[in-house]
């Protein structure tokens, strides 16, 4: 499978577990109505450890533009290859997400708050104040990045399939202890490429996408990865 395929799937796999968990939480008649935040995270985890362990073996399951950062500031990938797994991102957020809005097709025009709608797509701050929103996701995809490239740093992690379970677990963390503030998006495909379904598809009652804040969680993100793989190599010198 080529890394744009893998790509493509394990982000689709990734959006659809965990923006469908945000929609079964917050979406009214809902069996998981209010089901709250600890069901948020641990489905958030599920997610990107069912994505990683299904296409880890053929692109490595970046599944972000950060850790796709990351891992090329750090040497891991090549430059040249970073263009096809941004691609493969972004398609794979575009189909998840509108798989998300399918299964859920019956509960949009059920609930009113266009916020809650918004909210199964992308992110947005508990507290509007884009300098803390801005260093809240730096400091969240640092921990991601620099979790990811010291867990797969040792070859027989990666060959038992433990790093799944490992960064699934390392993002359920991060969601429970960081994700407070923003809604630790910590990945920019994982919140642009939503987003852009949520302004495109005919969702009943949506409001606004909030493009004011779109760009925090797409920049920070890749200035968290940037800096954690920097960290990576001045302490994991290779």
């Known amino acids: 499978m080529s890394i744009f395929g893998a790509e493509v799937i394990g982000t689709a796999l990734l959006i659809l577990l965990g923006n469908g968990v945000v929609a079964c939480v917050l979406l009214n008649l809902s069996k998981g109505q209010n089901a709250g935040w600890i069901v948020i995270t641990f489905g958030w985890g599920m997610a990107v450890m069912v994505a990683v362990l299904a296409v880890g073996q053929f692109s490595g399951a970046h599944i972000n533009p950060a850790v796709t950062f990351g891992f090329a500031v750090a040497g891991s990938i090549g430059w040249g290859d970073v263009p096809e797994y941004l691609a493969g991102q972004f398609v794979g957020a575009f189909i998840g997400a509108t798989l998300v ?8 025009r059920e609930t009113e708050d266009p916020g809650l709608k918004l909210a199964c797509f992308s992110t947005a701050p508990a507290i509007r104040n884009p300098v ?14 620099f979790g990811v490239l ?44 939503p987003r852009i379904m949520h302004a495109i598809l005919p969702i009943a009652g949506k409001g606004s996408s909030d493009w004011s804040y779109a760009w925090i969680p797409v920049v920070a993100p890749l200035v968290g990865g940037v800096l954690a793989a920097g960290a990576f190599e001045l302490f994991y010198p290779s």
């Open 101 to 108: 809005w399918l299964a859920y097709l019956d509960h949009w």
């Open 132 to 145: 803390s929103n801005f260093i809240t996701e730096v400091i969240g995809t640092f921990v991601l990045v």
């Open 150 to 193: 010291a867990f797969f740093a040792d070859e027989a992690t990666a060959a038992t399939g433990l790093g799944g379970l490992l960064v699934g677990l390392l993002v359920f963390g991060i969601g429970l202890s960081l994700g407070g503030p923003t809604g630790y998006a910590i990945n920019p495909a994982r919140d642009l490429g």
